[in-house]
């Protein structure tokens, strides 16, 4: 080893605290990296593969009835590889020991031919046999929820006659990784499940033999999608086709895909903090580390040392930091990314896990590292390789400090020491600034990451206490007259009950156009609301329609246009409807008008497809159980105990991410402090001595150094606010999907509680410094020079 | 020295003037000093601060570069080496001691020695430089460890262990008292002696100069006078 070396060895031992602070802030940038990148790419993989092996269908169509002789001549389009019909229905369920309704969706396996397309996976059991009417596969977390396996049984309302269901097996489909019941906000998998069974007994309970009420199609290589759904739609339109649709539009399938993006948003916005944090704390001691270093540069120079053998000696310096950031980083975020990709796969429900970390992802994070380690040094390296040789021969010159504050007119009377330090933290403005930033960040994390909370409860709010504010909403099979409304008002413990009515159809504006759900409310409603932008009740009085803000978006229309509205039910005309207002909508893409100018549409006066009702809680056994009982039904949502999953849900993912990220930030905020508060005790601990001599007492002594943190931690914050505040924002912009939307709203909280942590970490680390200060030798520190 | 006839000069400078810019001032630092050296003369040079000694010694050293005049080193023309033939010029031909030593704090006395012999082409080993100056038990020892006189012996163990052509020491018993200073010129003069290493002293301490063969006397940027001394007094002999 080289005699330089050895003296790097040295420095490292000597600094290691710091040294160590530095790389474990940048071993957080590459541990979130590598975490986010492969947690993506691991599910990514996953998803792909299974959608492959259990042969995924590209194309969805439902229909009310069609013939089976229909299927095969779609069959013959060109470009498609599989078709298969099958039915599908939704049904309630009658489970022993469940208090609140359940319902199932049911989809019929073929009776003696293998699936084509969306292959189970048997986990438990075995398929139906043909012919074995009660048997039934059950979804796995279905089944998991209730304790079921092979051999349970339990009852179903299929067409309005009870039947008792035998379970033979339990399977995964790559169909519904991610089964939402209608009007639910997640995945209940106690009140909604996927009941398999043969399509003989299927169809006969639906008065559907030889026809069926679903299509998948899997197209073949290089067949246009939109081709397809074009002519589908078109031999499907006369059998009640509610438009086809491909794998975007697929309920589970775009769950899946927006928490995929969220993941991905989130792994973009986080590591770059870091490595940014990096370079700054890089930055800051390396350039204190050659200032102290001054002469023996200019010694290593005069003795014939070249600059390029200063920059590798002192390169080497920062490689040591970040190969160790980079490797810590590695190693916890390839832990972290397969124990976060196990938790996603489990909460999916995939069959199997790809657990799949690059080479490149580690290519990338090293990179990074490296990048933000040399970002850092790239400038002082510089000017340490240009420093002339002759400082070796000089001693170092004092620092110049500014006379400021004498020249103001209004000299505020500062006290000395709170002279002392600002003057120094403007003799050295860069690496206050980059103090100041470095603290900034790690209140930015904070911020930028909690208001997530604080949303999702505005969302709640918006939605569930100002919109949608009914307890339960109870769907039909079928259209039901009106007067159902009546028969469900006069159920036990109903309190109100509101009608409504869902219509598929696709809206036009010019050449852009979205298949929607469009729901008719009544003008008066009190239950399920709709909200204009302001939060005020749009009423929806006219002939016109309202659409949802993100809708409005998608389709370019503002009130005033005319859209063009295409029923996909009944005769598929076009009509041509205002559009009226645009509402708030943080959920799906939604669409609204009055129910009577709906059904007007529709040329079917007095039609329903549900009843939103709240009822009163303390009675609702009973009514729970006259509900299951109700044959026209086939789904019952309980809004208000999903809401509550949904707060438990937010509450656990709260505590583990306030976890995660105060950890993470506190990293950088102690990194920061602690870096700065040796550099300032490096160079002024003459100076702190002296003072001790003077008379000074340890206590006013290390006010200066506490002094000079507070004054950085502090002017950093409202920075750290606005930072965090642009993460946020771009958070929320990485969020929106489809699906929903996440309000940019960051409350006093996030600001607050991100605050608070910060100088929690800047004082804690303050005082592992000031332990120092208390311990200065004051004879030694005074004979030796720096 | 009884080499000293006959020898090219190792050092033949002339007209060499510095003047440093700083804001519209301008500084003559050297204003045009002609200057000699034979191989393994011991010269003095004495002067006031801000005479100019420092300066030329830097130049001389491939430290720094004149504004004008002339610089050779045997056959090497130091006005017209770049950066990297200066870099090379002090690895391979100069030996400095300074005043405050400069040694690396995290090394040790062999190690600090190490520094130099690596890179030098045909240098002594460490523990022999180190032995030249009376330090051979101190070996291991970190500068912390060190007095500033045995500091200051590392120094010039250091810069003798590459067997330099020439030896720049500036103020190398300023910081140190007469005692421990004279132990410090007995070094100088001793590898002055035994390798014939060319060396220049600069100092305004005028007791040093009865060990030189030359006094040369710096003010205002010229060299004011050249004596030869009669005779040369040993280290041992001096006091202040």
């Known amino acids: 080893m080289s005699v330089l070396d050895r003296k790097l060895l040295r420095d490292i031992l000597r600094l290691w605290p710091q040294v160590l602070a530095i790389a474990f802030v940048m071993a957080s940038g590459v541990a979130t990296l590598v975490l986010g990148v492969g947690t993506y790419a691991s599910l990514n993989e996953t998803r792909n593969a299974y959608y492959e092996r259990n042969r995924f269908a590209d194309v969805f169509a439902q229909v009310t009835r069609a013939p089976r002789a229909l299927a095969e001549e779609i069959a013959g389009i060109p470009g498609l590889q599989a078709v298969e019909p099958r039915i599908e229905k939704i049904a309630l369920l009658s489970i022993p020991g469940m208090e609140a309704p359940a319902s199932g969706l049911f989809v019929s396996l073929p009776d003696l031919a293998e699936q084509r397309l969306n292959l189970l996976t048997i986990r438990q059991g075995r398929e139906p046999q043909p012919g074995a009417d009660r048997e039934v596969v059950i979804s796995e977390p279905f089944a998991r929820a209730h304790g079921f396996g092979p051999g349970s049984s339990f009852e179903a309302i299929l067409n309005g006659r009870k039947r008792s269901l035998l379970v033979v097996g339990v399977a995964l489909s790559p169909e519904f990784i991610y089964a939402v019941g209608p009007w639910d906000l997640m995945p209940d998998d106690r009140r909604f499940g996927i009941i398999w069974m043969r399509e003989r007994a299927l169809a006969a309970a639906y008065d559907l033999e030889g026809a069926f009420s679903s299509l998948h199609l899997k197209l073949g290589l290089g067949a246009s999608q939109a081709s397809v759904i074009e002519r589908i739609d078109a031999m499907l339109a006369r059998y009640g086709g509610r438009g086809a649709y491909g794998r975007k539009d697929q309920t589970s399938h775009a769950f899946l895909d927006a928490e995929l993006l969220q993941l991905r948003a989130m792994s973009r916005i986080t590591p770059p903090i870091f490595l940014i944090a990096a370079a700054l704390l890089v930055n800051m001691t390396l350039a204190r580390l050659i200032a102290l270093e001054r002469q023996q540069i200019g010694l290593l120079k005069a003795v014939g040392y070249s600059g390029a053998a200063i920059l590798s000696h002192y390169l080497k310096f920062v490689a040591v930091i970040a190969v160790s950031g980079i490797l810590i980083g590695a190693i916890v975020g390839t832990w972290l990314g397969r124990g976060a990709a196990r938790l996603y796969a489990d909460f999916f429900h995939f069959p199997f896990l790809i657990f799949r970390m690059d080479p490149e992802t580690y290519l990338i994070g090293a990179a990074a590292g490296l990048g933000s380690g040399l970002a850092g040094a790239i400038r002082v390296l510089l000017e340490a390789m240009r420093l002339p040789p002759a400082v070796a021969m000089s001693p170092p010159e004092p620092p110049a400090y500014h006379r400021m504050f004498s020249g103001f007119r209004f000299a505020v009377r500062l006290p000395g020491s709170l002279r002392m330090v600002l003057r120094h933290l403007l003799r050295w403005p860069l690496r206050t600034a980059s103090a100041i930033i470095g603290i900034a960040l790690s209140t930015a994390i904070l911020t930028g990451t909690l208001w997530v909370f604080e949303a999702s409860e505005f969302m709640i709010d918006a939605t569930f206490h100002r919109s949608e504010r009914q307890d339960a909403t109870i769907s039909f099979a079928q259209e039901q007259p009106s007067r159902s409304l009546q028969d469900v008002a006069r159920l036990p413990a109903i309190l109100a009950a509101e009608p409504y009515r869902i219509v598929p159809v696709e809206l036009r504006h010019g050449p852009l156009h979205r298949r929607v759900a469009l729901a008719g409310k009544p003008p008066d409603a009190r239950l399920s609301r709709v909200l204009d932008r302001e939060f005020r009740v749009a009423a929806l009085d006219g002939p016109g329609i309202a659409l949802s803000d993100a809708l409005a978006g998608i389709l370019r229309a503002r009130p005033g246009d005319v859209v063009e509205v295409e029923l996909l039910e009944r005769d598929r005309r076009v009509v041509l409807v205002p559009v009226t207002t645009v509402i708030q909508g943080y959920l799906g893409l939604t669409a609204f008008m009055n129910l009577d100018a709906l059904n007007r549409i529709m040329r079917e006066p007095d039609l329903i497809s549900g009843v939103h009702v709240r009822y009163d809680a303390a009675a609702q056994s009973e009514l729970f159980e006259r509900l299951k009982q109700l044959p026209k039904a086939s789904f019952i949502a309980l809004q208000r105990v999903s809401l509550r999953q949904f707060r438990d849900t937010l509450a656990q993912n709260l505590l583990t991410m306030v976890t995660i990220y105060v950890s993470l930030a506190a990293t950088i905020a102690f990194g920061v402090v602690y870096n700065v508060a040796r550099i300032t005790l490096s160079e002024q601990g003459h100076e702190m001595a002296s003072l001790r001599v003077l008379g000074f007492t340890r206590g006013e002594v290390s006010g200066l150094l506490i002094g000079e943190i507070a004054i950085i931690v502090l002017v950093a914050q409202p920075l750290g606010w606005a930072i965090g505040y642009g993460f946020a924002a771009g958070m929320a912009l990485g969020f929106s999907s489809e699906l929903y939307r996440v309000p940019l709203v960051v409350g006093r909280e996030a600001y607050g509680f991100a605050s608070l942590v910060v100088i929690a970490a800047a004082l804690l680390s303050a005082l592992v410094v000031r332990r120092r200060i208390d311990g200065l030798d004051l004879v030694a520190v005074l004979k030796t020079r720096e | ?240």
């Open chain 2, 1 to 240: 020295m009884a080499a000293e006839a006959n020898q090219q000069p190792v050092f033949r400078i002339a007209g060499l003037a510095k003047v440093y810019r700083s804001g519209d001032v301008e500084v003559h630092a050297l204003r045009g000093v002609d200057f000699e050296a034979r191989a393994g003369e011991f010269v003095v040079i004495l002067g006031p601060s801000g005479s100019g000694k420092s300066t030329f010694l830097n130049i001389i050293g491939g430290l720094d570069t004149p504004t004008s005049g002339e610089a050779w080193f045997k056959d090497h023309d130091l006005t017209r080496m770049n950066e990297r033939e200066l870099t090379l010029y002090r690895r391979d031909h100069v030996g400095f001691v300074f005043q405050f030593y400069n040694l690396v704090p995290s090394l040790t006395a062999r190690e600090n020695v190490q520094l130099v012999t690596e890179i030098a082409r045909n240098p002594m080993r460490p523990e022999d430089a180190l032995g030249l100056v009376d330090l051979g038990n101190r070996l291991d020892h970190f500068p912390a460890e060190l007095s500033g006189g045995e500091q200051q012996r590392v120094a010039i163990a250091r810069a003798i262990a590459k067997r330099p052509d020439v030896l720049l020491c500036d103020e190398p018993t300023g910081a140190l008292d007469s005692r421990t200073g004279i132990r410090v010129l007995e070094a100088l003069t001793a590898s002055n002696a035994e390798l014939g290493t060319t060396t220049i002293v600069i100092t305004h301490n005028a007791a040093i100069q009865d060990i030189a063969d030359r006094v040369v006397r710096f003010a205002d940027g010229r060299i004011a006078s050249s004596i030869r001394n009669e005779r040369r007094r040993a280290a041992s002999e001096v006091s202040w």
